[in-house]
């Protein structure tokens, strides 16, 4: 019963989120792109290995990154390789409020957000529509968000599938000056 009050609570603060979100929106490329966060579910050493390998893909083409992953576990954990936050650090409601990292993350005006978020969890679908990001791209989804592109993935396939269909659309995009 309080779970159920919890999560209609969420959905609701999310619903507010969503309507008062003013950012400025632009359409990026990979190439356009100069600063990329990518969001992500860390649970898995799939998710953690992939995440990372494209990290260094869009470092390697001159991109900044900055990668914040989420773990759903009460505990730290120890000795990563990239930012993140966990349950300890949420409010109530479930909102990344305690966390430094993830305040920080939202602070940062990225041209292209990539959420990877297969089992819609709350905190990360927060910071995807908290995030003043420029272009969002997350995964589809039947719930509230304001991803520019929602990329509908078959099931069971990780980032690096997420990366490659990223790629097929985003070089589809003919900008314009």
Do not use: C
């Not at 609701?12 to 950012?23: D, E, I, P, W």
């Not at 909102?95 to 089992?119: G, I, M, R, W």
């Not at 078959?154 to 985003?170: M, T």
């Amino acid at each position: 019963m309080i779970e159920k009050i919890r999560v209609a609570l969420f959905k609701n603060a999310l619903g507010k989120l969503l309507a008062s979100q003013n950012r400025k929106r632009k359409t990026h490329t990979i190439d356009s792109a100069k600063t990329v966060g990518l969001l992500f579910d860390a649970e898995t050493n799939t998710n953690k290995k992939e995440a990372i390998e494209l990290s260094k893909q869009l470092a390697k083409n001159g991109k900044k990154v900055h990668l914040l992953g989420f773990f759903n576990s009460k505990q730290a954990p120890e000795d990563q390789a990239f930012d993140f936050f966990f349950l300890k650090e949420l409010d109530w409601l479930g909102v990344p409020k305690k966390s430094e990292k993830a305040k920080v993350f939202l602070e940062t005006k990225f041209d292209l957000l990539l959420s990877y978020n297969p089992k819609d969890l709350g905190p990360l679908e927060w910071m995807a529509a908290a995030s003043p990001a420029a272009m969002k791209i997350g995964l589809a989804t039947e719930r509230s968000n304001d991803f520019d592109i929602q990329l509908e993935l078959p099931e069971g396939k990780g980032i690096a599938f997420f990366a490659e269909q990223l790629k097929i659309y985003l070089d589809k995009i003919v900008l314009t000056t």
